[in-house]
């Protein structure tokens, strides 16, 4: 069964595509057929997997609800649904109920053996983020781990719990604290925070670490950029908890 997860925060700078990326390049790694589908018109996942794209070939396929554009990456065992700025007419040109439900078409027309599909949403609530949420079973929420950070989190829970009115598997699996300094006592509190809104669904927390800012400029996710980086680490850390939590809610559902 696929597992089909999108990844939203309608914050920019949370490590959101960050997330994305380097989970996609360690389930790869950990033998996961991976399709990453950028639908955020900045196209930055495509960028940080090494594509610039102008968005038309998947601004094309949504507009015939057809196959999507699907290219191949370096990260062993993940391709890519590259987006870029043009994707950005799909906000104004798609609309409504009909609207809202043309990624789970284009899926439904792509043709492929993978085992997760990662839906990297805009930084906003909009058509585009619905149209994830209506295709997914699983959410992630990437978070910086301060108390900043956790603002807005219950705007995101009311969005699921919206879309969730339709899809009804639709859940938010996790929430992983990026940008975290694990020895200041301020990310104690928040772990602490996070674990009251979403018990039992905080991840491992991703360190602060020079080399995950880095890496998005040679178009390479973190364990092919700097394998032996804590960043790469904590990414391996986040996949392999994440793969077992997911597997166990297919299993009990």
Known sequence: MRKIVSVINHKGGVGKTTSVVSIAACLGQMGKKVLVVDIDP???ASVSLGFHDSGGSILNAFKGAGSLPVVETKAPGVALVPSGPEFA????????????????????????????????????????TLNALNSSRHVIVPVEAHFLGL???NQIKTAVEAAGKKNKQLAIE???PCRAHLRRRVHREVMAELEKIFPGRVAPAVRENVSL??????GLPIILYAPKSIGAEDYKRVSRWLSKKIKKEQTVS
């Open 42 to 44: 900045q196209g930055s």
């Open 213 to 218: 800012a880095e890496a998005p400029g040679r």
């Open 89 to 128: 007419e799909a906000r104004h040109r798609f609309s409504g109920s009909i609207g809202s439900n043309i990624l789970e078409r284009c899926l439904r027309n792509t043709e492929g053996k993978w085992s997760w599909i990662i839906i990297d949403c805009p930084p906003t609530l909009e058509i585009l």
């Open 151 to 153: 603002n807005g989190l």
């Open 174 to 176: 996790a929430v992983v």
